[in-house]
């Protein structure tokens, strides 16, 4: 009976100590929390100009002589805020790549569904 017992609150405390906290004693730990710099999470009419403006010009590189804007449009639509701050930081540093981030972009259901749409009204 010693035996199940003494079995049973091992088991008890074995499953504690998986909740167990370690905290660092006092003087032991990092004196001030080192946090990175903040990523931008909203994008302002200028960022949002500029990728617009990027998107359009890869988007008459791979049609030329077509009235692209529609497409543009589908393209801003379906990007992330976060796709559209990185392509407009990376059009303002000069940082190639845009085309990948757009290609990205147009690749998706959504977007080839829309830029589709767009067409066929066009046409």
């Known amino acids: ?3 199940k017992s003494f079995a049973g609150i091992s088991v ?11 905290t660092p004693l006092p003087g032991t730990g990092p004196t001030a929390p080192t946090t990175a710099p903040a990523a931008p999470t909203t994008l302002d009419a200028a960022s949002r100009q500029v990728a617009r403006n990027v998107i359009n010009s890869e988007m008459e590189k791979r049609l030329p002589g077509a009235n692209v804007a529609p497409y543009t449009d589908c393209v801003v639509n379906n990007a992330t805020t976060a796709e559209l701050i990185d392509i407009a930081q990376a059009a303002r540093s000069g940082v190639s790549g845009t085309a990948d981030s757009v290609a990205s972009i147009v690749s998706r259901p959504a977007t080839t569904q829309c830029i589709s749409a767009a067409a066929n009204t066009t046409a």
């Not at 008890?12 to 370690?22: D, F, I, Q, S």
């Open 1 to 3: 009976m010693r035996f």
């Open 12 to 22: 008890v405390a074995l499953a504690l100590a998986g909740c167990a906290v370690n």
